[in-house]
């Protein structure tokens, strides 16, 4: 296996271990197991809040980016 299929594999069983530990012991446990899986498939940004936000100002300049280059 390769250090890139390592890397994705890692990350996606932190995910899964996330979304467990999300759906029986926090205050998302009311919410459904697909509910708690797509917040272990972005757990950086829910296990720390602040990364969260630079995710969100990174996908807004590239987006504003994006449309202003298409306007030309």
Do not use: E
């Not at 271990?17 to 697909?34: D, G, K, P, Q, R």
């Not at 708690?36 to 995710?55: D, S």
């Amino acid at each position: 296996m390769s250090l890139k299929g390592m890397l994705i594999s890692g990350y996606l069983v932190i995910g899964l271990i996330y979304a467990l530990y999300s759906w029986m012991f926090t205050i998302y446990s009311h919410a459904s197991f697909a509910y708690n899986l797509g917040r272990g498939l972005i757990w950086p940004a829910a296990m720390f809040p602040t990364f969260g936000a630079f995710i969100g100002g990174i996908l807004m300049v590239v987006i504003i980016g994006a449309i202003h280059l298409s306007r030309r």
